[in-house]
């Protein structure tokens, strides 16, 4: 999930950004690279995701 990173926002840093933004222009957004994987449906999955799977919001037993 390398991807996933690269979205973050934080992690994410000015030099990916402008790269992604000279690869896909006006569209580059944090979603794009995995709606250009998995199709539109997986924006919502992705925002969900990344709220669940962080340490501080993750119950005891999510990795059972």
Known sequence: MKGMLLHDGKKGGARKRTERDRKFGERASKYSLCARKFGERAR???????IQNHPASRPDGFFT
């Open 44 to 50: 919502k999955n992705v925002e969900r995701a990344r």
